[in-house]
């Protein structure tokens, strides 16, 4: 059975620090490419940074480049999203995708940057 699984989500301040985890199971994580993206209220989802599968390749939204990394441990099947300098316009719920043979989605994990 297919799972990915976020956690790190919460609430913190402007300017802040969050690392998000994405926890893989049922399916070969290390042959596919991962996507973090998030939906605030409202709004469409977006993509904010995605990674191959070997980890080589990384890319970001302009809104984020410079404060958020992703990376990936393919030993761990587990893709992270650190997340620094945070924005009161980066509350969102953020969701976990593996895209390669299949497409996967986790179930989302909030955050909310607020003072």
């Known amino acids: 059975q297919v799972r990915l699984a976020e956690s790190g989500g919460g609430l913190v301040q402007p300017g802040g620090s969050l690392r998000l985890s994405c926890a893989a199971s049922?399916?070969?994580?290390?042959?596919?490419?991962m996507r973090w993206y998030r939906q605030a209220p409202g709004k469409e989802r977006e993509l904010v940074a995605g990674?191959?599968?070997?980890?080589?390749?990384?890319n970001y939204a302009d809104s984020v480049k410079g404060r958020f990394t992703i990376s990936r441990d393919n030993a761990k099947n587990t893709v992270y999203l650190q997340m620094n300098s945070l924005k009161s316009e980066d509350t969102a719920v953020y969701y976990c995708?593996?895209?390669?043979?299949?497409?996967?989605w986790g179930q989302g994990t909030q955050v909310t940057v607020s003072s």
């Open positions: 990674i191959s599968s070997a980890g080589g390749i990384a």
């Open positions: 049922g399916f070969t994580f290390s042959m596919y490419a």
């Open positions: 995708n593996a895209r390669g043979t299949a497409v996967f």
